[in-house]
């Protein structure tokens, strides 16, 4: 197993400060029976089960560089993109509008990871016979390059 040369996670702090608020008052609506129309017990675990579900999967973004590989994991794993140094074709920095917003998004640039920030990695290389362009987000894009440029050569 080759070691891991890269690694670096950041934290969806306002993913993480907003949904926990949001579960609990839709936990003290079915309690309290709040409004004309009060939630019922199916509805209430339907609702934080869906919550929680997508704080366990975005609460964080780690990306790391194993071997000749990038890893791009969002939260416990189960998003998860494998990049092989060998199929890359080119890798810079750039700078996200801000309205590209947070999370997984379709950009006119190619798909967007991050969690927050605007400061990303631009990656092309060929995955399934096409060319693919990722975002890799970062809150220190001129390490996770430079981590690139070094296993390249």
């Known amino acids: 197993m080759d070691s891991i040369t890269y690694k670096k996670s950041q934290t969806g702090w306002i993913l993480l ?5 949001v579960m609990l008052y839709i936990f003290l609506s079915y309690y309290y029976q709040w ?3 009060p939630l019922s017990y199916e509805y209430m675990l339907i609702f934080i089960g869906v919550f929680g579900f997508i704080l366990l999967i975005f609460y964080n973004l780690t990306i790391y560089i194993q071997g000749k590989t990038i890893h791009v994991k969002f939260g416990i794993g189960l ?19 801000w309205w590209y917003g947070w999370g997984i998004r379709v950009t006119p640039q190619g798909m967007l990871y991050n969690v927050y920030g605007r400061d990303a990695v631009k990656v092309n290389y060929t995955g399934k016979g096409k060319t693919k362009t990722v975002l890799l987000g970062s809150a220190e894009p001129e390490e996770l390059l430079k981590h690139i440029k070094q296993i390249q050569n």
């Open 17 to 21: 400060g907003i949904l926990p608020i």
């Open 35 to 37: 409004g004309d129309q």
């Open 79 to 97: 998003i998860h993109i494998k990049i092989p140094i060998e199929k890359l074709h080119e890798a810079k920095m750039v700078k996200t509008p």
